[in-house]
């Protein structure tokens, strides 16, 4: 490394590399070791070198129309000089001398370099705010504990309706900063859901969905970043749709179309045995998609399984529980006794089920699907009067009241079941 005395003390002199000439004008530099020793001297020169470079760095990284980017940078360029960075309000408020020592600094320079500098040692980079694109990043997160123990495709489908939402709001009002968020633009908003809906291309529950992730992002974004905002995002929402619930399969339907010899035959396997291991189980086809082959217990006095939050999120937890095979239900599981891997922690075994029984006539009406399976078992364990608790306990519902017990053995449920299965 070049070293040479001026005077008394020693410099480093050096060429300016090319990659730094946008940010300074100089084409050579002479840098004080604050020094009269040689020996000296150039145990300090790298270092002092280094130190210049990483100026240098920081100063091109500030040399960008990224909001973000460049606040970071001035931040870094400051912490080189040897500041901490202060916004320019606060930097006005310094004794003189620190104060002028900050100009002195930027003065130094010229051009943008000196724009940048000043920005750096004088306050002059303004802090970011947080766009609407930014805070889907943020809140990913911050929800991680929603998504603890969701299986890759479970978190696929949680994060897709809020990706969603979120593209919505930005294609209408654009991807704006949250303090930055108009009443006029959600209620623009609104209008867009509005015109959808009214056309017959969208329904009011689809919109609302849209307005409860949108509010559930942005607000938590701003609690946990602490901006103390208050978004307006009250008072947006449609009217729901009357609820409506899927229509059982009638008993009759179930044993002369469902149950009739070849009616299933050309569904591939493990699709057909999670069809027929539902009819006397009521569970729900992702639970039977991501059993895994420990928890298909056929060799002991109570067939069952055992559903698991295993490699998947279960819809509560109360969702938890084991069913006793019986009937029909029993035979499908000794067809598939390893589970079925082509549709574990997959969300397609509904989509093929459905497109097999519309295909083959094999819905009782079009309102139909798989999901009625589940409808129909409970209607079935109702007209067999069974109790409220193991009803609540087999279905994987909540009790409504604190649980007492164990509840009824498995063998118990078993022989209940048995008594109207299929």
């Known amino acids: 490394m070049n070293v ?43 270092t002092a070198w280094a130190h210049m470079v990483e100026g240098w760095e920081a100063s091109l990284a500030g040399a960008t129309d990224d909001a973000e980017r460049r606040f970071a940078a001035a931040k870094e360029l400051a912490a080189v000089r040897g500041y901490s960075y202060l916004p320019a309000d606060r930097v006005a408020q ?59 495709d ?7 309706p809020r990706k969603r939402a979120i593209a919505n709001l930005i294609e209408e009002i654009g991807d704006k900063e949250l303090s930055e968020i108009t009443g006029d633009d959600m209620l623009d908003f609104r209008e867009t859901w509005m015109e ?5 291309d969208a329904k009011p529950d689809t919109a609302n969905k849209d307005f409860q992730h949108i ?18 995002l009250d008072g947006l929402t449609f009217k729901a749709d009357k609820e409506r619930s899927r229509p059982p399969f009638s ?9 009739a010899p070849g009616a299933l035959d050309s569904l591939n396997t493990e699709a057909r045995c999670i069809l027929l291991g539902m009819i006397n189980t009521g569970y729900r086809p992702g639970e039977a998609a991501g059993l ?45 006794p390893q589970g079925f891997p082509t549709y574990r922690f997959k969300d397609k075994i509904s989509d093929t089920v459905n497109k097999y029984l519309r295909e083959h006539d094999l819905l009782e009406t079009p309102e139909h699907v798989l999901y009625s399976l589940r409808h129909s078992f409970e209607d079935r364990m109702i007209a067999a009067k069974v109790d409220d608790r193991i009803r609540r306990d087999l ?28």
Request: glycine share 8%; proline share 5%.
């Open 292 to 336: 895994m082959p420990h928890h298909i217990r056929l060799d002991v006095d109570v067939p069952h399984i055992s559903i698991e939050p295993e490699g998947r999120q279960l819809k509560n937890k109360v969702s938890q529980r084991v069913i006793p095979l019986v009937g029909v239900s029993l035979e499908a599981f000794k067809q598939c």
């Open 94 to 152: 310094l004794p003189r001398e620190k104060l002028l020592e900050r100009v002195e600094s930027a003065l130094k320079l010229n051009g943008d370099a000196a724009k940048i500098e000043a920005r750096a040692v004088l306050g002059g980079a303004r802090e970011p705010g947080i766009n609407i694109s930014k805070a889907l990043e943020l809140y990913w997160g911050f929800a991680k504990q929603d998504t603890i123990g969701k299986s890759e």
């Open 4 to 46: 040479k005395r001026r005077n008394k003390t020693f410099h480093i002199v050096r060429r300016v590399p090319k990659r730094y000439a946008a940010i300074e004008p100089r084409t050579q530099v002479w840098i004080s070791l604050h020094t009269d020793s040689e020996t000296v001297a150039r145990q300090k020169a790298p």
């Open 215 to 232: 509010g559930n992002i942005l607000r938590t974004v701003v609690k946990m970043k602490r901006l103390g905002l208050v978004l307006p």
């Open 196 to 200: 959808r809906i009214t056309a017959g």
């Open 154 to 160: 479970q978190l696929r489908r949680w994060e897709h």
């Open 395 to 422: 279905f994987g519902h909540s009790l409504g009241r604190e649980r007492y017990g164990e509840g009824a053995t498995l063998a118990h449920k078993r022989d209940i079941l048995q008594s109207f299965a299929l």
């Open 251 to 259: 008993v009759d339907w179930i044993k002369t179309k469902l149950l």
